[in-house]
């Protein structure tokens, strides 16, 4: 048997918003999207130029209280081909960013941006 990865989800406040920056601060293209207004949501699912991974973005309407990310949740990760520039960009667009970072011993190759949910995304040096 033969897995691939196929999509990663997360549940966003704002869809609106939540959009606007996967697809200004990272270039992701939405590729379909799925209203179940019976249910009161809806599906957004990105992809990068690939088309190989989807980020699905679950919007309930109308939540109540923000959700919590919890303990387990690490990051999602991307890779560019100019990380600084890429940082600049993002500082200027106003996203919380960090410094460049490097793991013990080895030269700075990423970063982090925080998208409007609080999700952290790792910008790594392609």
Request: aromatic fraction near 14%.
């Amino acid at each position: 048997m033969k897995y691939k990865f196929l999509h990663t989800c997360i549940r966003v406040m704002d869809l609106e918003k939540s959009l606007k920056f996967y697809q200004e601060a990272l270039g992701f293209k939405e590729t379909r999207r799925k209203d179940f207004p019976e249910s009161e949501f809806t599906l957004v699912f990105l992809s990068d130029e690939s088309g190989m991974y989807e980020l699905e973005l679950t919007y309930n309407y109308n939540p109540k209280k923000s959700y919590e990310l919890g303990n387990g949740f690490g990051h999602i990760a991307v890779s560019v081909d100019d990380l600084e520039g890429s940082r600049e960009k993002h500082k200027k667009m106003g996203y919380k960013v960090t410094e460049l970072m490097g793991l013990p011993g080895s030269k700075p190759k990423y970063y982090f941006i925080t998208d409007p949910d609080g999700y952290d995304i790792e910008v790594i040096r392609a």
